[in-house]
């Protein structure tokens, strides 16, 4: 989608430079980001005025680093009123507002308000298909929040068809092991995990891992997403004994790529543990922390390594990552939030966001 630069300006801290801001952001260089976003912002609606195009896109960039940080009360307003101004200014079948729809879904979603999240994104999906029609990347990103919306509110009737339409169209236009049909495979699969369709699951989520792996490698953290997914559908059919070997691989893998007090490689090892106990069995000495404790077992498995996408989300991510301009490209989402979104390790569809839209 066109874009154009915003208007660069001059404080008494120096000059403004939003792609600045914007490289920090997409780093995950949050404490950086966020003051260069807040003192842009200001300056443009000082300058430019509160409803001036390049300062609706400040506005945006803005939300999203809020939404990344987990700072969803000050995110949400950003981009409802960035939503208001570009319907206002453009209207309400263009291109940014359908983003800009997007990206409010997808911090909705974050918040926890899944009525609003589906309701943003219904009406999304209907105006993507009439814009840009029905097999556009674009919109089967939005396809994707969606059946991972229905999914998250409990209610896989909706999303397991929506999911399976999702998949079939990815494969169709953009290939069988394009990173977005990945993303489609993981989601429906979980998706057949929540519904009691575990065998379905299964062989999905074991499909989806064999490709994984044969495109980006056993210790890419897609592949270690997909790995986590299938042991925890190997947990639900009861099937520990494959569960805990399959995890206790995934935890060696995660520990030499992050290192073994990542984030990621401890909520591996309480998810392990829990595993474990499941089974009767003793926790064993790859369970304790690098300090020499034994990690508590986890009540049920927990995400790990986010959500690709937003890794919000779906879109999101990443298999799928964010788009630099309007709607995501095909995961991570329509800037996303893009599979918000791809799947976590443990229990988590992938919902792939959608970023900064330039009116």
Partial sequence: MGSRKARRGETAAGPISLETAEAYREAG????????????????????????????????????????????????????????????????????????RTNLAGAYQDAGDLRQAITMLERALADAKQLMGSYDPDTLTIQSNLATAYLEAENPGQA???????????????????PDTLTSCNNLARAYQEAGRLDEAIRLFTSTMNASERERGGDHPDTLEVRGNLADAYRDAGRLDEAISLLRTTLAVAEQVL?????????????????????????????????????????????????????????????VTRAQHGVRRGDESLVVADDQGDVGLGRQPQFEDLYPVHP
């Avoid at 999702?166 to 394009?178: K, M, N, Q, S």
């Avoid at 984030?263 to 690098?290: S, T």
């Avoid at 020499?292 to 879109?315: I, N, S, T, V």
Wanted: proline fraction near 9%; glycine fraction near 10%.
């Fill in 29 to 100: 260089r949050l404490n950086e980001a966020l003051p260069l976003l807040e003192q842009a912002l200001s300056y443009y609606v000082q300058n430019f005025g509160a409803r001036d195009p390049d300062t609706s896109t400040v506005r945006v960039y803005l939300a999203a680093a809020y939404q990344q940080s987990g700072r969803l009360r000050d995110a949400i307003p950003l981009f409802e009123t960035a939503l208001a101004d570009t319907e206002r200014m453009l209207g309400a079948g263009h291109p940014h507002t359908l983003a800009c």
């Fill in 160 to 178: 397991i068809p929506l999911s399976e339409q999702t998949l079939a169209d990815r494969a169709r236009v953009l290939g069988a092991l394009h």
């Fill in 259 to 319: 290192g073994p007090r990542h984030p990621d490689c401890m909520i591996l090892r309480n998810n392990l543990a829990g595993y474990c106990q499941d089974a009767g069995d003793p926790l064993p000495a790859v369970l304790a922390e690098p300090s020499g404790e034994f990690a508590g077992p986890a009540d049920r498995a927990q995400p790990a390594f986010g959500l690709l996408a937003y890794a919000g989300g779906g879109d999101d991510e990443q298999p």
